[in-house]
Each structure stands twice: as C-alpha cells, then as structure tokens.
C-alpha cells in the first residue's frame, strides 16, 4: 500500500472533525430567499465567505438534505444577514425546523423580493451566480447586488458556543512602551494642568470608555440603544422629556433608538413614556451586570470608602442627592 492509498484508509471521525473545525471562529448569518411562488425560507449558517471583489461574489453552502434547498434553487436572489450580537434568538429560530420562522422576525423586500432582516450587522443582497456540488453539501455562489453596513458588533461561533467580539488585549499599548516623541508631548500637559479638575474628568472619562463602550457594544447594542435601556430600568426619568437628560443624548437619537427597540420587543411606547417589556427588563438587567462588572475591575485598587467618595463627588457635580 502506497502513502496515498494509506491516507485514504484513514478514517475520519465526524464528530472529532466537527470539533476541530470549531476552533475557527465565524461569524453568524442568515439566508433567506423566496422563490415566484411566495415561499419564504431561511437557514441559520456560519459557512459565509467572501469569493471575490471584481466581480462581488460571496458564496455559503447548505446541507443536501436541508428541506429549503428547493426553494434557495428556484429564488433568483439570496440575502446573507450576518447577525449582530443581539440577535441569538433569531439565529436560534431560524436554526429549527418544522416551524414559521418569519412570524415575529422583521424584514423588509430586497432584490428579487428577498426577505431582508432588521437590525443585522450587515446585509448583502445577492443575485444566484452558480451552485456547486461539494460532498455533502451545496456550495452556493452569489453575485452581490446591494449591501447594507450598519456596524452593529456581530454575533460570533466559537467551539460550538455563541460569543461576541472583544479588542484584543495586546492591543492595549502600556504608557512605558510610548514614543520618545509622545512623551515630549505629554510633558507638556504636566504642573497646573494636571491640577486641573475639568481637564482630569475628561481625560478620565476618554480611559473609561475606552474599556467599558467595546463591551457594552459587544452585545450588539449601539451606546443610545444600550442607555435607553438602562435608564428606562433604572425609573429616573419620568416622561419623555427627560429622557434626554438622563441618556445624555439629543432627543432624535432617543427617537430611533426607540424605534429599533420597539421593533426588538423590548420596549412599548405608552404616549408620553416608553415602557420596557419583560424581555427589555431582562436585557436592561444584562446590561447592568456589563456595566457593574467593569465598574469593579476599574475600582479593585480602591477601597469601599474611596469608591463612595467619588461617586458622591460626582453626584454632587452633577446635581443627584
């Protein structure tokens, strides 16, 4: 037996490939199509790939024995919907079977009346350029007509478990390993301006958030989406009006973040308030551990006392008793 025909007697496990193969870790779609009939169907998948810039090809495959192969066939369009980090219940019903996945899913008709998600990181609209066999599955291949980038933070597939992305920690360069010339630079600013309350409390804010907003837009909320949550659990502002100042933001950025959130079914507008649903109750309260958790890694060197002591400097600023 020579090394070839060895090589092909070796038997793979299934299972053992599906595992490693799960070190490599994707991002989250759906595809969906609908054929002349008006039958819509979508898969969740993670085999989403990028083919070609000139001309725009993508490509994804699926299952032969998937049910909505049929369908993705006939449609002479396809959308690929890469999931934000907010959307694991969508990618958790359009992964079942046997049931109406686009019941309470909101989308709107693309090319080819292509059903297209809200919400999604990005969308690409494909014209169906060619399928091609490829073992047991169906390699598809499409031509990219229109795209959508919204930059919400995607959802991630890790070894067989959601996750949602994250900067590198290397990323975060140490003061020592500065630059001869940023250093002259910062000796500037030192003596009466490192005294100075205004210039501290901005530079310290810029440190803050710099850390804590890549985890809070990790879950796939933007910054007014995520404190519009916050702020409607927290019942410190009593009508829309208020709103305003307490998320810190212009009313009409308050105005869509709404929008996008009602259609999320995490909030309802009552009139003159919006109230969160049960499930915008749960997500505030995720939020919250987001928030709360960085909060603690940020104040471990101090103690219990020093912590109060500054956050009561920082309501007195700003005017909470």
């Given at each position: 037996?020579?090394?070839?025909?060895?090589?092909d007697?070796?038997?793979?496990?299934?299972l053992q490939?599906?595992?490693?193969?799960?070190?490599?870790?994707?991002?989250?779609?759906?595809?969906?199509a609908?054929?002349?009939?008006?039958?819509?169907?979508?898969?969740t998948?993670?085999?989403?790939?990028?083919v070609?810039?000139?001309?725009?090809?993508?490509?994804?495959?699926?299952?032969k024995?998937?049910?909505?192969?049929s369908?993705?066939?006939?449609?002479?369009?396809?959308?690929v919907n890469i999931?934000?980090a907010s959307?694991?219940?969508?990618s958790?019903t359009?992964?079942?079977?046997?049931?109406d996945?686009?019941?309470?899913?909101r989308?709107?008709p693309?090319?080819?009346?292509?059903?297209?998600?809200e919400?999604c990181?990005a969308?690409?609209?494909c014209e169906r350029h060619?399928i091609?066999?490829?073992?047991d599955h169906?390699?598809i291949?499409?031509?990219?007509v229109n795209?959508y980038d919204?930059g919400r933070?995607?959802?991630?597939?890790?070894?067989?478990?959601y996750?949602?992305?994250m900067p590198?920690?290397?990323?975060?360069?140490?003061?020592?390993?500065?630059?001869?010339?940023?250093?002259?630079?910062?000796n500037?600013?030192?003596?009466?301006l490192?005294?100075?309350?205004?210039?501290?409390?901005?530079?310290?804010i810029?440190?803050?958030?710099k850390?804590?907003?890549?985890?809070?837009?990790?879950?796939?909320?933007?910054?007014s989406?995520?404190?519009?949550?916050l702020?409607?659990?927290?019942?410190t502002?009593?009508?829309?009006?208020?709103l305003s100042?307490?998320v810190a933001?212009p009313?009409l950025?308050?105005e869509?973040?709404?929008?996008?959130?009602q259609k999320q079914?995490?909030l309802?507008?009552?009139?003159?308030?919006?109230?969160?649903t049960?499930?915008?109750?749960?997500?505030?309260?995720?939020?919250?551990?987001?928030?709360?958790?960085?909060?603690?890694?940020?104040?471990?060197?101090y103690?219990?006392?020093?912590?109060?002591?500054?956050i009561?400097?920082?309501?007195?600023?700003?005017g909470?008793?």
């Amino acid at each position: 037996m020579n090394s070839l025909q060895a090589m092909d007697a070796i038997s793979i496990d299934p299972l053992q490939f599906r595992r490693a193969l799960g070190n490599f870790a994707t991002g989250v779609t759906i595809i969906t199509a609908q054929n002349e009939s008006g039958e819509k169907v979508g898969v969740t998948a993670n085999s989403f790939n990028s083919v070609s810039l000139d001309p725009p090809l993508i490509l994804w495959s699926i299952d032969k024995k998937s049910s909505s192969f049929s369908v993705f066939e006939q449609a002479s369009h396809f959308a690929v919907n890469i999931l934000s980090a907010s959307q694991i219940e969508l990618s958790n019903t359009f992964a079942r079977r046997n049931i109406d996945k686009f019941a309470n899913a909101r989308f709107q008709p693309g090319a080819g009346m292509v059903p297209v998600l809200e919400n999604c990181s990005a969308v690409f609209e494909c014209e169906r350029h060619q399928i091609v066999e490829g073992g047991d599955h169906w390699i598809i291949i499409g031509k990219v007509v229109n795209f959508y980038d919204e930059g919400r933070s995607p959802l991630v597939y890790h070894q067989g478990a959601y996750s949602s992305v994250m900067p590198h920690p290397s990323l975060d360069i140490p003061q020592d390993h500065m630059t001869a010339g940023q250093e002259d630079a910062d000796n500037i600013y030192r003596g009466r301006l490192y005294d100075n309350a205004c210039y501290l409390m901005s530079r310290a804010i810029k440190a803050y958030q710099k850390t804590y907003i890549p985890k809070q837009c990790a879950s796939g909320f933007r910054t007014s989406e995520a404190r519009l949550l916050l702020v409607l659990a927290s019942e410190t502002a009593s009508c829309k009006e208020e709103l305003s100042r307490d998320v810190a933001m212009p009313m009409l950025e308050i105005e869509r973040a709404s929008e996008i959130l009602q259609k999320q079914g995490l909030l309802l507008d009552q009139g003159d308030f919006f109230e969160l649903t049960e499930k915008g109750l749960e997500t505030a309260q995720w939020l919250f551990e987001i928030a709360d958790s960085h909060q603690n890694e940020v104040f471990k060197n101090y103690s219990e006392q020093e912590k109060e002591t500054f956050i009561k400097i920082l309501k007195d600023l700003v005017g909470l008793k």
